[in-house]
């Protein structure tokens, strides 16, 4: 590393959300409820997808994928910003930024391509429902996702050994954000920033516009499928759940192009949009993709059963004998 590159700071300052002093309980409350609720949600996902057999799917397992992948992107951000909310302690680490950096762009990358995965497998089971089977194996199946977590990592050390390297940090480390995100960091920098910019207008770019265009060429085609059935009830129900997903894409592509593509000047508009897609986004999936879902709901009631039914039995085998023979 050249000497003029090499960073003269040890540490950032995280100013954290544009609020009031007075608000900080009442922010604090509200976001350790959605990221309880990001935690709680996603994990009891992947536990009845794993203790369902009949939701041993390619689609259920995609999911279980998105619902680690949506922990992990919270639990990359939300910890620290409600940690520096209650303690009022705003610095982080020079290598705890590197690494808050890293895992962000690994697990919203993973999230990216994961959508374009799920958005595939809708289009194959509507569209080619007889060879639904035959299409996503087992073997396809696990590549998609292993592909998904090795693109993933790529860009995130790409990025992250691209900013180690080129960037450079002055008197100026206040960082204007609640984590340490790349726009920001770029906007803070005292040195060239053009080669990072063009990686993420070219690189961003293209592994970001090919999944969206996975995501909207399959719902274009399933929205073509849908409109040639003639039930209303169906009709109605199958557009519902397509404008939820939509609604979810779009909320999450629109605020990433907003803050790395469509920004000029860093403020809380940016900083609200990041909230959305690393924040709200994560905590809706649950309700989106699996708790309006029958099958969800069915694994659901029998895990329920089985617990209350364990909690009937006796403690101790001896008793229960016993209590029989009498």
């Known amino acids: 590393m050249r000497p003029e590159n090499q960073s003269s700071v040890s540490e950032f300052l995280l100013l954290g959300l544009p609020i009031q002093p007075g608000q900080q309980g009442v922010f604090f409350t509200l976001f350790l409820g959605m990221y ?12 009845l997808i794993r203790l369902d057999s009949r939701l041993h799917t390619p689609m259920y397992f995609f999911l279980s994928h998105l619902a680690f992948s949506d922990i992990s992107l919270s639990s990359v951000t939300v910890p ?57 194996r087992e073997g396809l199946c696990t590549m998609l996702v292993a592909g998904s977590w090795i693109l993933s990592c790529g860009r995130a050390l790409l990025h992250t050994l691209l900013w180690c390297a080129t960037l450079s940090f002055c008197a100026d480390n206040t960082i204007t954000h609640f984590f340490c995100d790349l726009a920001a960091l770029l906007k803070l920098s005292c040195s060239g920033i053009s080669l990072n910019t063009l990686v993420i207008f070219t690189e961003g770019g293209m592994l970001y516009i090919l999944p969206l265009a996975i995501v909207l060429g399959s719902y274009i085609r399933i929205g073509a ?15 519902s759940t397509c404008g939820s997903h939509l609604f979810v894409v779009s909320l999450y592509y629109g ?19 990041s909230l959305m897609y690393a924040v709200v986004t994560p905590m809706l999936n649950p309700f989106i993709y699996s708790l309006r879902n029958r099958d969800m709901k069915q694994a659901l009631e029998l895990c329920v059963h089985r617990v209350k039914f364990f909690k009937r039995q006796p403690l101790n085998p001896v008793v229960a004998v016993r209590s029989t023979v009498r």
């Open 225 to 239: 499928i849908i409109l040639r059935v003639p039930s209303t009830k169906r009709l109605f129900k199958a557009f």
């Open 80 to 136: 620290k910003m409600l940690r520096n909310m209650q303690t009022q302690r705003q610095s982080i680490s020079y290598v705890g930024c590197i690494a808050q950096l890293y895992f962000f762009i690994l697990f919203a990358s993973l999230d990216n391509f994961l959508l374009a995965v799920m958005a595939y497998d809708r289009y194959v089971a509507i569209c080619h429902p007889l060879h639904y089977t035959t299409i996503l």
């Open 36 to 47: 309880l609720t990001t935690v709680l949600g996603n994990l009891l996902i992947i536990l």
């Open 255 to 273: 605020t990433l192009a907003g803050v790395y593509f469509f920004s000029s000047s860093w403020d809380s508009k940016d900083i609200a949009a």
